[in-house]
């Protein structure tokens, strides 16, 4: 018998400090990056999106890889890219730790749409108020220092 596995997640991370060094050329760069370390990993991305501060993405995990090992190849992999391609970025990092969110089947094109209109909606609403209600919509307990 063959093994079927759905494992759709919304996975959002930041720059170090919150620093908003993510140009929109880099960004543009950034995404079809991600997109290929996510697809030599068995993953798929069914969207990438971000801003300045801070990067979205759903994937779809294959059965063989948790979501620790997804953050680490993307977050590890892009990282080493950037500071090795962007002359100036070269004390560039990610903020440690990440949010992953489990996506039912059905909620993926809302989720998509969310991801592709992130500068619109940072128009209205800061990163961490954005993460704030997505930890509160998933239940997560936390205290305002594991958001610094």
């Not at 370390?37 to 059965?63: C, E, F, R, Y």
């Not at 059905?106 to 209600?133: L, M």
Request: with cysteine.
């Amino acid at each position: 018998m063959h093994s079927f596995t759905s494992c759709l997640v919304h996975c959002v991370w930041s720059t170090k400090n919150r620093e908003p060094c993510l140009s929109p050329d880099l960004r543009g760069r950034l995404s079809p990056y991600l997109g290929g370390i996510a697809k030599q990993n068995q993953m798929k991305t069914l969207a990438i999106g971000g801003v300045a501060d801070h990067v979205h993405v759903l994937l779809s995990l294959p059965a063989t890889i948790s979501v620790a090992k997804a953050m680490q190849l993307l977050k590890g992999n892009s990282s080493k890219w950037i500071r090795e391609t962007f002359p100036k970025m070269r004390a560039f990092a990610w903020q440690e730790g990440y949010g992953a969110f489990s996506v039912g089947v059905s909620g993926v094109d809302a989720t998509v749409t969310y991801i592709r209109n992130q500068a619109a909606h940072h128009r209205t609403r800061s990163f961490r108020e954005e993460y704030v209600a997505m930890l509160k919509k998933h239940g997560f307990a936390y205290e305002e220092s594991m958001l610094a």
